[in-house]
């Protein structure tokens, strides 16, 4: 099986002494490609940094919710010419995180925006973090439209109704290890299976949402681990593993307009 990471952090510290052995772990699994998403202007830099020499790599450039108190028109010029690299792929993760409000509400709703509409212009599709908004994200996302706007919502963890309106506007949804969890997958579960599968794509957000079985022997995340989520979301769907992870490694190309022979 070909299986695309597509959101993790390899840039995060919880792999500077052996990132060598993470990423050959990952293609020890079948782990072809992995998109190393980004969370500030740092991160940015890193993220493009690791693409450019690890085999299989790619990044993203962004501000996180939780850091739009910190962002300024000058971080989003540099993330800007970041972009110009041809290792970048997609815009984030940006959104919305009402939950542990790192930075006020309406702080974040203006970053949110302003990033929104230069990966717009860019045409870069768009990774989205949406946590306890209450619907927010929808609500500004319908303030401004775009029928050409490509993106995915990461780590999915809403309800069918708003499942619904993120089909309806053409996203990808990403399914994390989450899924494997016994009580608290239990919900996404259940509205997996109504996912049609041109729109699923599966992730880690490494070194976070350790799945199971791993959860059980070990805290860091790692993008081999994405496999368990791909097993589990077979099973959940009763489909073929092999079979839906060529629709995933499809729909990951698609998504971040990668040509699939890469």
């Known amino acids: 099986m070909k299986i695309f990471d597509t959101h993790c952090h390899l840039d995060d510290r919880a792999y500077k002494n052996d990132i060598g052995a993470v990423v050959n772990r990952a293609h020890a699994a079948g782990v ?114 775009n029928r050409e706007r490509k993106g995915v919502v990461h780590c999915f963890s809403g309800n069918r109704l708003e499942l619904e309106q993120y089909l309806e506007m053409g996203f990808f949804i990403g399914i994390t290890g989450i899924l494997t969890l016994k009580d608290r997958g239990a919900g996404l579960r259940e509205l997996s299976r109504d996912i049609p599968p041109d729109r699923l794509v599966v992730e880690t957000d490494a070194p976070y949402l350790t799945p199971a079985p791993e959860k059980n022997r070990t805290r860091r995340n790692e993008p081999a681990f994405v496999r368990s989520v791909l097993l589990k979301l077979a099973e959940v769907r009763k489909d073929d593993p092999e079979t839906l992870a060529s629709v995933l490694w499809e729909n990951s190309c698609r998504l971040y307009q990668i040509p699939q022979s890469n």
């Not at 493009?48 to 790619?58: K, N």
């Not at 990044?59 to 108190?69: L, Q, R, T």
């Not at 000058?74 to 110009?84: I, T, V, W």
């Not at 940006?94 to 309406?106: E, Q, V």
Request: hydrophobic share 40%; aromatic share 8%.
């Open 32 to 145: 072809c490609a992995m998109l190393s998403v980004a969370t500030d202007k740092q991160s940015s830099q890193k993220a493009v940094a690791l693409a450019e020499t690890i085999p299989g790599l790619y990044a993203s450039v962004g501000a996180h919710p939780h850091d739009a108190k910190d962002v300024g028109e000058s971080d989003l010029d540099f993330m800007r010419s970041l972009s110009q690299n041809p290792r970048v792929k997609a815009w984030g993760e940006i959104g919305l995180d009402f939950n542990r409000m790192h930075s006020p509400r309406d702080i974040q709703e203006d970053w949110f925006i302003a990033q929104l509409l230069i990966a717009d212009e860019l045409g870069l599709p768009v990774i989205f973090h949406e946590r306890d908004s209450d619907g927010r994200l929808l609500e500004l996302l319908n303030e401004y439209p």
